[in-house]
């Protein structure tokens, strides 16, 4: 079931609103555009931006049963750092990732900052 209200173009507030999403470190906030995701019932889909500050990193690798599909907008992005944020691989801006369920991603760390538009959603 799709839980996503009919939204046309609107400015989205890039200073208000952002909230740290559960199991993450302060310093990486999300920003929810659209939809929900139920995971205890496995249904929904959401949209979100994920902003990293400045020299934040995590430091054990994300699993989740649903689809993900993430795209760089802006800043740089690390995956694979080990859990004092060294190492990894480097990633630009205007680069994309889709994840199925099960697939162990990261860790992250971002040097000066980064936004990603994330998409999740369950089959």
Request: aromatic content about 14%.
């Amino acid at each position: 079931m799709i839980n996503k209200a009919h939204k046309e173009f609107y400015s989205v507030d890039m200073q208000d609103g952002w909230e740290t999403p559960p199991g993450y470190p302060d310093g990486i906030e999300q920003l929810i555009l659209s939809g929900s995701l139920d995971e205890p019932g496995k249904t929904g889909t959401r949209t979100r931006l994920l902003r990293f500050h400045s020299g934040i990193y995590t430091t054990k690798p994300f699993v989740h049963d649903y689809w993900e599909e993430v795209y760089l907008v802006s800043g740089d992005l690390t995956v694979g750092n080990d859990e004092q944020g060294q190492g990894g691989e480097a990633f630009q801006p205007h680069t994309y990732a889709c994840r199925p369920p099960g697939a162990f991603h990261g860790p992250f760390k971002s040097g000066g900052g980064c936004v990603l538009l994330e998409i999740h959603y369950y089959e």
